[in-house]
């Protein structure tokens, strides 16, 4: 099984460049989620969706746009890229809500804004 | 709001010595509790979990238990490995939607 693959793994961009990170698993998992993680700051939600055409905010949104198209992808896009947006962001995933959820996550995508 | 406070890093130890990581949190209601270890290049995975008070979580000789009292979920291996080198998170969901994660402890284990 793939589980949840995150694309590209590495991205440079100037400031004001927009992008999106491509996120997609492939176990049929009603939630997806966004997260960003900067030294000291552990890991901070950005956006999550629990379904097709559902989507909501997390702690962190601003400056980041997602659509949730189908089950399995959920990409994040960057419309104007600060180098406040410069972490490792993570994808992750759960076959539906709940507090027992575990969290599967990708591998990470690293982005540097310059 | 929610929040979750772990134990500054970075912790180095010898191969075979005890390992605690404290984890307190604050929270409405009764979240569940989870450990997440992250290796080098690596992203998250799921090393335990605990969803109501008095449970223990444990995997692969790591060990933590839920207490509502104290508001902790301490991490415990009685002998770290070499391979037991990684950097460890605490969070907890309270509802299932959102995730709250420490900032994160990195474990050195020298043999």
């Known amino acids: 099984n793939a589980g949840v693959t995150q694309t590209p793994k590495f991205q440079v961009l100037k400031t004001g460049q927009s992008m999106t990170l491509q996120c997609a698993q492939d176990m049929n998992h009603e939630y997806m989620s966004w997260y960003r993680q900067d030294p000291g700051m552990g890991l901070r939600l950005i956006h999550y969706?629990?379904?097709?055409?559902?989507?909501d905010q997390g702690e962190v949104p601003n400056g980041y746009n997602v659509s949730r198209s189908t089950t399995e992808d959920f990409p994040l896009r960057l419309l104007s890229a600060a180098p406040s947006q410069t972490s490792v962001y993570f994808c992750?995933?759960?076959?539906?809500?709940?507090?027992?959820?575990?969290?599967?996550f990708g591998e990470g995508s690293r982005l540097t804004v310059l | 709001g929610d929040s979750v406070t772990q134990m500054e890093g970075p912790v180095t130890l010898s191969e075979e010595a005890f390992l605690t990581i404290n984890c307190t949190y604050t929270?409405?209601?009764?979240?569940?509790l989870f450990w997440y270890v992250q290796y080098p290049g690596e992203g998250l995975q799921l090393l335990l979990k605990?969803?109501?008070?008095?449970d223990k979580g444990s995997n692969k000789g790591f060990e933590a238990t839920y207490r509502k009292e104290t508001t902790s979920f301490h991490l415990e291996k009685g002998s770290v490995q070499v391979s037991d080198s990684a950097v460890y998170f605490c969070a907890l969901t309270p509802t299932g939607n959102q995730f709250y994660f420490g900032t994160g402890t990195s474990l050195t284990v020298i043999p």
């Open positions: 605990a969803t109501k008070a008095d």
């Open positions: 992750a995933s759960i076959p539906d809500r709940g507090t027992t959820g575990e969290l599967f």
């Open positions: 929270a409405t209601g009764y979240p569940s």
């Open positions: 969706s629990v379904g097709a055409g559902i989507t």
